[in-house]
């Protein structure tokens, strides 16, 4: 059976979730990056976009904090910021810093939203950029499947929803029933402030800087309140410098020219995964059309089926390709429709008026004489 879901994500837009096009995007132009670095008995890790494709950096982030362990690290400090995505992954990524033995902490960008709030409330402590934006709402998800794969896909979602839910209420001590009557009206978008008070979060810290990509993602994220763009023309604080360069794997005296160097080669080899990622995805979507028109055509071809059932049954193929397949070989190929009928007959042989649309269309493309024929002989009838 094919799984019921293609994945389950949180990430705002009003309310009703993304659509495929939307989720694409925005991995693309906001990819999940992690970085982790260890310095004084204490473990960095940077966690920034949409979290969808963990795979690409479990191997590597799974390592490090293996060796982490191995060193005798104990604490942990994680910077968070992005829209959300899909639960499972984001779920991975938390068990993974819950490995730690020590404290953990945490720091929040502009954007704490959807997925990225279960991995803050899981931590000791997270405190938000002053101007930052606090998001939480239902997970939802892209089910397809017969009745029993909805019905499991929905269970495993109902269930997701009570374990988010279970861990707000953990956090806050908001009860569950106010939480569910909160989201059940849509995304709940949250100053950092507002956050604080209610205890989503620890507390704030210093405003974050505002990009133009920042505010994009505020609005694809469909977040009531839009941050204006603020002025980057100032040179990085030493802290900022030190955090932002061991986050990028270099030395803490690295200097902002090579600091701005790495992110733009990150920017750049981001780029690249993501258009070599879009190239396959076109390639396999063509490979697939041409599989299914050739099924389909094959099976014209061989008077299996005819034009009409042809587009009808690409529609099946396009979804269920091994389900179309195996119907077409168990079918005949199709006589001429024009010699079981004739006027007026009853019994065992058809009467042209009583043939179905596509009986009458397979008799006029495989014998149109015969259907010409048949055609005025059952007016002849009708007198």
Not at 57 to 83: C, H, M, W
Not at 139 to 167: F, V
Not at 179 to 192: C, F, H, T
């Amino acid at each position: 059976m094919k799984s019921a879901y293609k994945h389950i994500c949180i990430i705002g837009a009003g309310g009703t979730g993304l659509t495929a096009a939307t989720f694409s995007a925005l991995a693309h132009d906001y990819p999940l990056v992690i970085t982790a670095e260890a310095k004084d008995n204490t473990a960095y890790l940077r966690i920034t976009g949409l979290i969808y494709e963990w795979n690409n950096s479990a191997e590597e982030i799974t390592r490090k904090i293996d060796e982490f362990l191995a060193q005798g690290i104990q604490d942990v400090e994680v910077y968070l910021n992005g829209p959300g995505g899909d639960v499972f992954q984001a779920a991975e990524i938390e068990n993974q810093i819950q490995r730690f033995p020590g404290s953990k902490k945490g720091t929040a960008g502009a954007l704490l939203a959807s997925a990225y709030t279960k991995i803050a409330s899981s931590l000791d402590e997270c405190i938000q950029a002053e101007n930052g934006q606090y998001m939480y709402h239902k997970p939802s998800g892209h089910l397809s499947g017969n009745e029993d794969a909805i019905a499991s896909g929905l269970k495993l979602l109902q269930n997701m929803s009570i374990q988010y839910k279970e861990a707000y209420s953990a956090k806050t001590g908001i009860s569950v029933d106010v939480i569910e009557a909160n989201w059940s009206k849509g995304d709940v978008w949250l100053s950092a402030k507002e956050a604080a008070e209610l205890k989503f979060i620890s507390g704030v810290t210093k405003k974050a800087p505002i990009t133009k990509e920042t505010k994009a993602l505020f609005q694809a994220c469909g977040s009531p309140t839009i941050p204006k763009i603020t002025n980057h023309t100032k040179p990085l604080k030493t802290m900022d410098q030190k955090i932002i360069a061991l986050s990028l794997g270099l030395p803490e005296d690295a200097s902002e020219e090579t600091i701005k160097a790495k992110i733009q080669a990150n920017k750049l080899a981001a780029e690249e995964v993501a258009g070599l990622k879009a190239e396959k995805a076109a390639k396999e979507n063509a490979d697939a059309t041409a599989k299914v028109d050739t099924l389909i055509n094959d099976a014209i071809a061989e008077k299996k089926v005819n034009a009409t059932q042809g587009e009808s049954l690409k529609t099946w193929a396009k979804t269920d390709f091994a389900g179309c397949e195996s119907y077409i070989k168990g079918l005949t190929a199709l006589g001429k429709v024009s010699a079981a009928i004739v006027p007026g007959a009853a019994g065992a042989v058809k009467a042209f008026a009583e043939m179905t649309e596509i009986e009458l269309q397979t008799m006029a493309q495989d014998d149109p004489e015969a259907f010409k024929a048949a055609y005025v002989a059952s007016l002849e009838v009708k007198k």
